[in-house]
Antibody, heavy 118, light 110 residues
Framework: QVQLVQSGSELREPGASVKVSCKAS????????MGWVRQAPGQGLEWMGW????????RYAQGFTGRFVFSLDTSVSTAFLQINTLKSEDTAIYYC???????????WGQGTMVTVSS | QSALTQPASVSGSPGQSITISCPGT?????????VSWYQQHPGKAPKLMIS???KRPSGVSNRFSGSKSGNTASLTISGLQAEDEADYYC??????????FGGGTKLTVL
């Protein structure tokens, strides 16, 4: 069935980097953009931005520019989120979600927990 | 872009109807019919319940309905069931290829 499978939990020290993967299956990857959503512990959903899977052009939300990088490997239908110079406040679950043209996120990955701690 | 201001919590008894509001502005909810709603149970990924203000995806119960008036979108759940207890989030297009989520509403079924 159509699904997004994300990489496993990560533990990093402050200042390090992390790269989360999101592999799509059972649909044509380049036909749908991919969005990224953050959920800090006990908090709500926060829209991080999205990447056009056809052109590779990313769009970042305010607050997610600079240290956050969206990328793709279309040969394996996979989207990536890299976070550089990690801070403790980056501790959160990160979700990838398939974005439709109407903006709705109709398929979600299971989430990847990133913990930043020394 | 500030988060849309949803009520922190709502509650209702089984069988009753509840409505969750999603007040936005003329720059987001009020300007576009691109509001979606998501249900999230604890420890689970969100699930799309409503798109484009009032469209229900295949497989979503017809007890869930969406609407919009002016700058405020709403999600109504009728015939409340225990399984509806979850967090609910609205999300709206905010122009310039950006989107914004609401802060989330915790629904308690009494």
């Amino acid at each position: 069935q159509v699904q997004l499978v994300q990489s496993g939990s990560e533990l990093r020290e402050p200042g390090a980097s992390v790269k989360v993967s999101c592999k799509a299956s059972e649909y044509t990857f380049i036909n749908h953009a991919m969005g990224w959503v953050r959920q800090a512990p006990g908090q709500g959903l926060e829209w991080m931005g999205w990447i056009n899977t056809n052109t590779g052009n990313p769009r970042y939300a305010q607050g997610f520019t600079g240290r956050f990088v969206f990328s793709l490997d279309t040969s394996v239908s996979t989207a990536f989120l890299q976070i550089n110079t990690l801070k403790s406040e980056d501790t959160a679950i990160y979700y990838c979600a398939r974005k439709r043209n109407d903006g709705a996120f109709d398929i979600w990955g299971q989430g990847t927990m990133v913990t930043v701690s020394s | 872009q500030s988060a849309l201001t949803q009520p922190a919590s709502v509650s209702g008894s089984p069988g009753q109807s509840i409505t969750i509001s999603c007040p936005g502005t003329s720059s987001d909810v009020g300007s576009f019919n691109l509001v979606s709603w998501y249900q999230q149970h604890p420890g689970k990924a969100p699930k799309l319940m409503i798109s484009e203000v009032s469209k229900r995806p295949s497989g979503v119960s017809n007890r869930f309905s969406g609407s919009k008036s002016g700058n405020t979108a709403s999600l109504t759940i009728s015939g409340l069931q225990a399984e509806d207890e979850a967090d609910y989030y609205c999300c709206s297009y905010a122009g310039s290829s950006t989107w914004v989520f609401g802060g989330g509403t915790k629904l308690t079924v009494l």
